[in-house]
């Protein structure tokens, strides 16, 4: 066999590299910077697995407390038609996970409406949803697909519209901020891509509860020193009233209901609306 004989082969990008080429088009255009703050959580780390909570759910609630308090999380940078930056009055979580799409892995996108108005049972439920429910049941996701199906020029066109133009529908169709996070296997990316104002992201946690904690940041919207603040703040609230959370979840006596598990997590939570952002 010579160079000369060897050949690959060509073939079309499939729906799943082609929603993932269209965000990182448009996340390269966003001066991101990261911070990150190594956060001591030992011992919610024990509770959180005795009661059977998973780790994105308290990431998730903690940014969406941390937002109260810290308003500049739930902004964005809009272009068009004029500069001018736009603030959502909750923010909206954007998950990534992986899922198998037409015999392939691919990264969909689970939208959580309002982290902060819900208890954590209630967000680990809808979390389940997005990971284990067939794709074609998700609105999110069918979404998504149908995107991809168009050409380039539109698919980016819509994209266009909605990160530049339009706070509201910005903030609906893509979120607030996102999750992005890999370290169940044992791996974690220092710089992660987003379209997004902000972007989190976890190491791997060690023996001692201790586990970096990123956040990527549009630098055009907020300085570093408020985001390291706001990290500071999501481990206080992480070690503070999101343990008590949990350690409410180990009163609840054993054989108890689903139910009553998620009546719990509702008045914790002050409120019971849909997590589901449109």
Not at 50 to 69: E, I, K, M, N, Q
Not at 132 to 144: L, V
Not at 229 to 245: C, N, Q, S, V, Y
Not at 264 to 270: C, K, L, V
């Amino acid at each position: 066999m010579t160079m000369g004989s060897i050949r690959g082969r060509y073939f079309p990008l499939s729906l799943p590299r082609r929603w993932i080429s269209d965000l990182l088009y448009f996340a390269r255009q966003i001066p991101t910077v990261p911070v990150e703050r190594v956060m001591d959580l030992g011992e919610v780390q024990k509770v959180r697995t005795r009661v059977g909570v998973s780790l994105p759910a308290l990431f998730l609630r903690a940014f969406g407390l941390a937002s109260l308090r810290h308003p500049e999380l739930r902004r964005a940078f809009l272009r068009y038609p004029w500069t001018r930056c736009y603030e959502h009055p909750c923010s909206v979580a954007s998950v990534a996970l992986e899922r198998q799409f037409k015999g392939e892995p691919a990264v969909f996108f689970g939208q959580i409406l309002g982290p902060e108005n819900h208890g954590l049972r209630n967000i680990d439920k809808h979390l389940r949803i997005y990971k284990n429910d067939p794709i074609e049941t998700i609105g999110n996701f069918r979404r998504i697909i149908t995107v991809a199906r168009f050409p380039t020029l539109i698919r980016r066109f819509g994209w266009w519209l909605s990160l530049h133009w339009f706070g509201e529908k910005r903030a609906k169709r893509l979120g607030t901020f996102g999750l992005s996070v890999y370290s169940s296997l044992g791996a974690s990316s220092t710089h992660p891509l987003s379209p997004l104002s902000f972007l989190m992201n976890y190491g791997v946690m060690d023996e001692r509860g201790q586990i970096t904690v990123r956040l990527v940041y549009d630098h055009r919207i907020v300085d570093g020193a408020v985001v390291a603040r706001a990290l500071a703040t999501m481990e206080a609230l992480l070690t503070g009233p999101i343990l008590d959370e949990l350690e409410g979840f180990e009163d609840v006596q054993p054989g108890s209901n689903d139910h009553a598990k998620d009546d719990h997590d509702s008045r914790i939570a002050g409120r019971s609306e849909s997590l589901v952002s449109g």
